[in-house]
């Protein structure tokens, strides 16, 4: 907290937004965002890379590597790596989807450098084979766990009928084949080609002495090798489908629609967000409405959902297995509706507040400044104030509104698909 | 009536006359504001036939208050901009929200009317208790979860610590809008209820919109905490198919406030609460036998209890139960090296003041605290408590909770209770 006295604030360098932002020759973007009030600090590498970016015979690869990063390097073996992040105090993690892969931790003030040091190897994994074999294992074990998690299973489908034939149909673990069958000299050549430097991010957020960050990122990332950037488009638009997995055992019928969406640079991402939030958030918005609150879901959400070059409008929604025709019924005209009628002017206002408030809440949060510090510059190729941000949510009108809807019919297409007790002849 | 309204106190309190207390802990830095009315109740203090009824009540906070139907309140507290959460524990319960600081004056009054004027609209609970019987269905589909809730019951059978949040299918059913109105009069009343505030905030002016929403509660007779448990080691194994085995080990803790509480903390953090810990290495890194194992520690009013998690293949789940097993034997016979004690107040001191920053974990903090402790501590007070255990402390606490040959386990997935133990038994 600011009257702390144990805390000083060094003349920061940052702009009058509180942003750092260099980019090294090799290519790699250093982001900061300066927060004074807090003690802590959360890092990250953030690799343009994940799920999407792979060859089919080896998926899975992505979230694989981001095992094998923590399990050695050339200098550090998985204890010192898990020791250090431990005497460190750091709350650490990785994440891998689709798009990227991130590696990032929070760690007060005073251990900043420690952690950049640990962080910047880890992106330089040994990646032994006998630690491959050993590791292959576990992520067995992860796909076997989430085939006992209905909800996971069921999103792997949308993203498979509504991408399909695309790299975001398949599931970001990988199948038991694709596991089985890969071998760490594959692992390697991906590494190679999809964890160059100039496809990299550093991003940090909280209390950090800038000038320190920028020349230990520089003196650890500076001889680093290149890569390929970027990725193939992907155009899409299914065909309308209701997929049904029929599932006995389960007590619970799972629901998910896909709708046309957005991508994340859209013109329109602000009025998407607003649109999203009118359908589909979780306080008081006309799913909750017309679905939940009439008692035909357990649960219901929607959002849209945007990505590099491609998007979608999602809605899931868990239920009792005799109410799915009727909620599925109930959805599709909740969305035609949106597409159709008029809004009102009470609904934009509340979303809008809404969203507003929970930019500013979050943004207290190193760990989610940090993110969103990636993936404006992701999106944008620029950081956006969270003012900037609450402004252009504050601007969106209903013709915003409708403009968006009638580039982007809502009713273009839907794939359905359900998981439960509910047999495919029990629907229309 | 106590009152520490005195400049520079970290946590101004204040109590009403009927006996409803305020705790507050302004911050710097932060817009937002969390806001709450932490009751001290839960499923411990439910009766059979009202089993799962904390939890309906939760269900129903927020849909709709004697003055306002559902959809007036939702819109009330959307133009806050505020979220908003009520959740029922095993002894608090809390009716929380979150919005920006500058809304102090609408949420206080809106979240008292919410408390204090419930409005258990038949239809509303309806539309309740059918997601409470979901939740408890989808509870069967989620066994990791389920071993654990499993594990509680077993862990405190017959004492009220054990009873589940979510009841039980035929309770749940059997629930209704007058059983309700008289489990929340008889324990959500002002005396036994404590408002917390963390974040942007003026205590006086915070006080004073307390006052004017609760000052004229009526205080009552709140049930009275429950005794002491005395547990006796337990196994229970429900058989059936699954590609996973779910296992969930549960052994002696203590409660909030017991002199050896850190050590406990500390020592759970050894055994399984970072990926540096004794079981992660020796039951995920070195042996491979399971995605997903750790511990922690729960600590109630007057009881405590360690648990231990782990889904393994079947396969495998005999040999992670040994290994297990064998590392509670070593723990309570060797007790831990300086190393790990170093390592494990890291981890747990850096978790506190990394959770100082966030004014939704403050207040929760904040309000347990008094409640528990009738007290509550500054971040350099609680750094320093848990830099003074020692490794002595830690052995003696492990031999004396029996931690290597005392323990209740319960499994889910194909394996029996002879298959997972086999001569462990």
Redesign the interface.
């Given at each position: 907290?600011?009257?702390d006295p144990m805390i000083a604030h060094p003349s920061t360098g940052a702009e009058t937004n509180g942003f750092h932002q260099h980019r090294l020759e090799n290519g790699l973007q250093l982001l900061g965002q300066y927060?004074?009030?807090?003690?802590?600090a959360s890092a990250c590498f953030y690799v343009r890379t994940g799920g999407r970016d792979e060859e089919a015979a080896v998926s899975g690869v992505s979230h694989f590597l981001e095992h094998m990063t923590?399990k050695g390097t050339a200098t550090r073996d998985?204890?010192d790596i898990?020791?250090e992040?431990?005497?460190?105090?750091?709350?650490n993690n990785a994440g891998t989807g689709h798009e990227f892969t991130y590696f990032h931790a929070?760690?007060?003030r005073e251990a900043v450098p420690a952690l950049l040091d640990l962080l910047a190897d880890m992106m330089r994994p040994k990646l032994d084979a006998a630690d491959f074999a050993?590791e292959r294992?576990?992520i067995l074990?992860?796909i076997?766990?989430y085939?006992?998690?209905?909800n996971a299973k069921l999103s792997n489908y949308l993203m498979e009928h509504y991408f399909a034939a695309s790299g975001l149909a398949r599931p970001v673990l990988g199948t038991t084949e694709t596991i089985s069958a890969m071998t760490v000299e594959q692992m390697r050549e991906y590494w190679q080609r999809r964890y160059g430097v100039n496809n990299m991010i550093f991003a940090i957020a909280g209390n950090y002495e800038w000038e320190a960050v920028k020349a230990q990122i520089e003196r650890l990332c500076g001889g680093w090798h290149l890569s390929e950037t970027g990725r193939s488009p992907i155009s899409v638009n299914p065909p309308s489908a209701l997929h049904v997995y029929e599932r006995p055992d389960?007590?619970?019928q799972l629901l998910e629609i896909g709708f046309p969406g957005v991508a994340q640079n859209d013109p329109d991402r602000y009025a998407a967000e607003v649109l999203g939030t009118i359908l589909g958030d979780s306080?008081?918005s006309r799913l909750y409405?017309q679905v939940q609150?009439t008692?035909l879901a357990?649960?219901i959400g929607g959002d849209y959902m945007a990505m590099d070059g491609t998007g979608l409008l999602y809605v899931s929604a868990?239920?009792?297995p005799a109410k799915t025709q009727k909620a599925l019924e109930a959805i599709q005209e909740a969305v035609r509706s949106l597409q159709r009628d008029p809004i009102g002017e009470?609904e934009l206002r509340?979303a809008k507040?809404?969203l507003?408030?929970?930019l500013?809440?979050s943004g207290?949060?190193?760990n989610s400044r940090m993110l969103s510090l990636c993936g404006s510059w992701v999106a944008l190729g620029r950081l956006e104030t969270l003012a900037e941000e609450a402004a252009l949510i504050d601007a969106v009108t209903l013709d915003d509104l409708y403009r968006l809807r009638e580039r982007v019919p809502l009713d273009g297409h839907q794939v359905a698909v359900t998981m439960g007790p509910v047999a495919e002849a029990q629907l229309r | 009536m106590t009152d520490s309204r005195s400049q520079g106190s970290p946590f101004p309190t204040h109590t009403l006359a009927n006996g409803l207390r305020i705790v507050a802990q302004p911050?710097?830095?932060?817009?937002?504001l969390a806001f709450g009315f932490c009751v001290a109740t839960g499923a411990r203090d439910e009766e059979e036939h009202e089993a799962g009824i904390s939890h309906f009540i939760d269900g129903l906070a927020f849909q709709g208050t004697a003055l306002r139907d559902?959809?007036a309140l939702?819109?009330a507290?959307?133009?806050?901009?505020?979220?908003r959460d009520a959740s029922a524990g095993t002894e608090l319960f809390w009716y929380a929200a979150?919005?920006?600081g500058r809304h102090m004056e609408a949420l206080v009054p809106l979240m008292a009317e919410v408390a204090r004027r419930p409005r258990f609209d038949p239809a509303e609970a309806?539309?309740v208790r059918?997601?409470q019987l979901?939740?408890l269905?989808?509870l069967?589909?989620?066994?990791?979860q389920k071993v654990l809730d499993l594990l509680q019951r077993e862990y405190f059978h017959g004492h009220s610590y054990g009873h589940s949040v979510l009841g039980s299918p035929e309770s749940v059913r059997a629930l209704q809008p007058a059983d309700l109105r008289a489990f929340w009069a008889r324990t959500q009343l002002p005396n036994n209820i404590i408002v917390a505030a963390a974040g942007k905030l003026d205590f006086d002016r915070l006080a004073a919109a307390v006052e004017a929403a609760c000052g004229d509660w009526e205080a009552g007779d709140p049930p009275p905490l429950p005794d002491a448990p005395a547990t006796e080691p337990r196994v229970a194994v429900v058989v059936r198919e699954?590609?996973?085995q779910h296992i969930g080990i549960g052994l002696a803790g203590v409660p909030v406030g017991h002199s050896d509480y850190y050590a406990v903390a500390l020592l759970a953090t050894i055994l399984g609460g970072?990926?540096?810990s004794r079981l992660f290495?020796e039951v995920?890194?070195k042996r491979?036998l399971?995605?997903?194992v750790g511990a922690s520690s729960a600590s109630m009013r007057n009881a405590g209890m360690i648990r231990i998690y782990a889904?393994?293949?079947p396969a495998k789940a005999h040999e992670t139960v040994a290994v297990t097993l064998d590392e509670l034997r070593k723990l309570e016979s060797g007790g831990v090296t300086e190393g790990e004690l170093s390592?494990?107040k890291?981890?747990i001191?850096?978790?506190v003041?990394?959770g100082?920053?966030?004014?939704r974990v403050r207040r929760n903090v904040i309000g347990s605290s008094l409640w528990y402790e009738n007290k509550v501590r500054t971040l350099d007070q609680v750094r320093a408590l848990i830099d003074a255990v020692t490794t002595a402390q830690i052995q003696e606490a492990a031999v004396r909770l029996q931690i290597g040959s005392r323990y209740t386990l319960t499994a889910i997935g194909p394996r029996s209770s002879e298959e997972l133990l086999g001569n462990e038994h």
């Amino acid at each position: 907290m600011s009257t702390d006295p144990m805390i000083a604030h060094p003349s920061t360098g940052a702009e009058t937004n509180g942003f750092h932002q260099h980019r090294l020759e090799n290519g790699l973007q250093l982001l900061g965002q300066y927060m004074p009030d807090v003690q802590s600090a959360s890092a990250c590498f953030y690799v343009r890379t994940g799920g999407r970016d792979e060859e089919a015979a080896v998926s899975g690869v992505s979230h694989f590597l981001e095992h094998m990063t923590f399990k050695g390097t050339a200098t550090r073996d998985y204890e010192d790596i898990n020791r250090e992040f431990e005497e460190m105090g750091a709350d650490n993690n990785a994440g891998t989807g689709h798009e990227f892969t991130y590696f990032h931790a929070k760690v007060l003030r005073e251990a900043v450098p420690a952690l950049l040091d640990l962080l910047a190897d880890m992106m330089r994994p040994k990646l032994d084979a006998a630690d491959f074999a050993q590791e292959r294992d576990v992520i067995l074990e992860e796909i076997a766990r989430y085939e006992d998690m209905p909800n996971a299973k069921l999103s792997n489908y949308l993203m498979e009928h509504y991408f399909a034939a695309s790299g975001l149909a398949r599931p970001v673990l990988g199948t038991t084949e694709t596991i089985s069958a890969m071998t760490v000299e594959q692992m390697r050549e991906y590494w190679q080609r999809r964890y160059g430097v100039n496809n990299m991010i550093f991003a940090i957020a909280g209390n950090y002495e800038w000038e320190a960050v920028k020349a230990q990122i520089e003196r650890l990332c500076g001889g680093w090798h290149l890569s390929e950037t970027g990725r193939s488009p992907i155009s899409v638009n299914p065909p309308s489908a209701l997929h049904v997995y029929e599932r006995p055992d389960l007590q619970q019928q799972l629901l998910e629609i896909g709708f046309p969406g957005v991508a994340q640079n859209d013109p329109d991402r602000y009025a998407a967000e607003v649109l999203g939030t009118i359908l589909g958030d979780s306080s008081g918005s006309r799913l909750y409405w017309q679905v939940q609150e009439t008692g035909l879901a357990e649960a219901i959400g929607g959002d849209y959902m945007a990505m590099d070059g491609t998007g979608l409008l999602y809605v899931s929604a868990s239920l009792q297995p005799a109410k799915t025709q009727k909620a599925l019924e109930a959805i599709q005209e909740a969305v035609r509706s949106l597409q159709r009628d008029p809004i009102g002017e009470d609904e934009l206002r509340r979303a809008k507040t809404k969203l507003g408030s929970r930019l500013v809440m979050s943004g207290e949060s190193t760990n989610s400044r940090m993110l969103s510090l990636c993936g404006s510059w992701v999106a944008l190729g620029r950081l956006e104030t969270l003012a900037e941000e609450a402004a252009l949510i504050d601007a969106v009108t209903l013709d915003d509104l409708y403009r968006l809807r009638e580039r982007v019919p809502l009713d273009g297409h839907q794939v359905a698909v359900t998981m439960g007790p509910v047999a495919e002849a029990q629907l229309r | 009536m106590t009152d520490s309204r005195s400049q520079g106190s970290p946590f101004p309190t204040h109590t009403l006359a009927n006996g409803l207390r305020i705790v507050a802990q302004p911050m710097g830095g932060v817009e937002s504001l969390a806001f709450g009315f932490c009751v001290a109740t839960g499923a411990r203090d439910e009766e059979e036939h009202e089993a799962g009824i904390s939890h309906f009540i939760d269900g129903l906070a927020f849909q709709g208050t004697a003055l306002r139907d559902t959809r007036a309140l939702t819109e009330a507290f959307d133009d806050l901009g505020a979220r908003r959460d009520a959740s029922a524990g095993t002894e608090l319960f809390w009716y929380a929200a979150q919005a920006l600081g500058r809304h102090m004056e609408a949420l206080v009054p809106l979240m008292a009317e919410v408390a204090r004027r419930p409005r258990f609209d038949p239809a509303e609970a309806e539309k309740v208790r059918d997601r409470q019987l979901q939740e408890l269905a989808a509870l069967e589909d989620e066994p990791a979860q389920k071993v654990l809730d499993l594990l509680q019951r077993e862990y405190f059978h017959g004492h009220s610590y054990g009873h589940s949040v979510l009841g039980s299918p035929e309770s749940v059913r059997a629930l209704q809008p007058a059983d309700l109105r008289a489990f929340w009069a008889r324990t959500q009343l002002p005396n036994n209820i404590i408002v917390a505030a963390a974040g942007k905030l003026d205590f006086d002016r915070l006080a004073a919109a307390v006052e004017a929403a609760c000052g004229d509660w009526e205080a009552g007779d709140p049930p009275p905490l429950p005794d002491a448990p005395a547990t006796e080691p337990r196994v229970a194994v429900v058989v059936r198919e699954s590609n996973q085995q779910h296992i969930g080990i549960g052994l002696a803790g203590v409660p909030v406030g017991h002199s050896d509480y850190y050590a406990v903390a500390l020592l759970a953090t050894i055994l399984g609460g970072s990926m540096n810990s004794r079981l992660f290495t020796e039951v995920r890194e070195k042996r491979g036998l399971a995605y997903g194992v750790g511990a922690s520690s729960a600590s109630m009013r007057n009881a405590g209890m360690i648990r231990i998690y782990a889904g393994t293949v079947p396969a495998k789940a005999h040999e992670t139960v040994a290994v297990t097993l064998d590392e509670l034997r070593k723990l309570e016979s060797g007790g831990v090296t300086e190393g790990e004690l170093s390592r494990a107040k890291t981890v747990i001191k850096s978790r506190v003041v990394m959770g100082g920053e966030n004014t939704r974990v403050r207040r929760n903090v904040i309000g347990s605290s008094l409640w528990y402790e009738n007290k509550v501590r500054t971040l350099d007070q609680v750094r320093a408590l848990i830099d003074a255990v020692t490794t002595a402390q830690i052995q003696e606490a492990a031999v004396r909770l029996q931690i290597g040959s005392r323990y209740t386990l319960t499994a889910i997935g194909p394996r029996s209770s002879e298959e997972l133990l086999g001569n462990e038994h």
